[in-house]
T-cell receptor
Framework: GAVVSQHPSRVICKSGTSVKIECRSL??????MFWYRQFPKQSLMLMAT?????????EQGVEKDKFLINHASLTLSTLTVTSAHPEDSSFYIC???????????FGQGTRLTVV | GNSVTQMEGPVTLSEEAFLTINCTYT??????LFWYVQYPGEGLQLLLK?????DKGSNKGFEATYRKETTSFHLEKGSVQVSDSAVYFC?????????????FGTGTRLTIIP
């Protein structure tokens, strides 16, 4: 299957700093990428959907100014957590697909810890 | 809105035991149903899927049948192996235009002991 690489796999940052997480499709062009957040013992919650070259669509309750998403190319999307706080600590997962109703491939996730 | 209710874990079984992980859903229209698996340290991988009622998805000895009458998509395997230890997620994708997002269950951690 297609490969989606997410980097870094783990990151620890101080409160008030910003952290960037990258999601790359290694062997296919991803017209759409998704960003999820997963709390312990809870399901993956969709944060936003991004289509290449356009602004991301955020789910209700997700602060777009806090979670900046950029999908500048067909192989790269980034999620920047701005002014991070301890409550932003979580597991963030991206997925990518080539088109509507096609299979979505997932990255391995990023464990963010804000101290 | 769409929702997925999944059997809570963790589930611990002995090797060669029979596995069932229950999954029920709520959705409008005719969603597609999926099981994803997440092995330690890896991303989610599609295990199997079914796109319409009575379809049976199967892969690696796992099976699940799309039951519209009971709104269920239970995952089964006749004889589990240690290598099946992972977290399993049931998910659905809406069928209506503009509602094609994946909705996940909470995940079930499965541990198989030799």
């Amino acid at each position: 299957g297609a490969v989606v690489s997410q980097h870094p796999s783990r990151v620890i940052c101080k409160s008030g700093t910003s952290v960037k997480i990258e999601c790359r499709s290694l062997d296919f062009q991803a017209t759409t990428m998704f960003w999820y957040r997963q709390f312990p013992k809870q399901s993956l919650m969709l944060m936003a959907t991004s289509n290449e070259g356009s602004k991301a669509t955020y789910e209700q309750g997700v602060e777009k100014d806090k979670f900046l998403i950029n999908h500048a190319s067909l192989t790269l999307s980034t999620l920047t957590v701005t002014s991070a706080h301890p409550e932003d600590s979580s597991f963030y997962i991206c997925s990518a697909r080539t088109g509507m109703n096609t299979e979505a491939f997932f990255g391995q996730g990023t464990r963010l810890t804000v101290v | 809105g769409n929702s997925v209710t999944q059997m809570e874990g963790p589930v611990t079984l002995s090797e060669e035991a029979f596995l069932t992980i229950n999954c029920t859903y709520t959705a409008t229209g005719y969603p597609s149903l999926f099981w994803y698996v997440q092995y330690p340290g890896e991303g989610l991988q599609l295990l199997l899927k079914a796109t319409k009622a009575d379809d049976k998805g199967s892969n690696k000895g796992f099976e699940a049948t799309y039951r519209k009458e009971t709104t269920s998509f239970h995952l089964e395997k006749g004889s589990v192996q240690v290598s099946d230890s992972a977290v399993y997620f049931c998910a659905l994708r809406g069928s209506n235009f503009g509602n094609e997002k994946l909705t996940f269950g909470t995940g079930t951690r499965l541990t198989i002991i030799p």
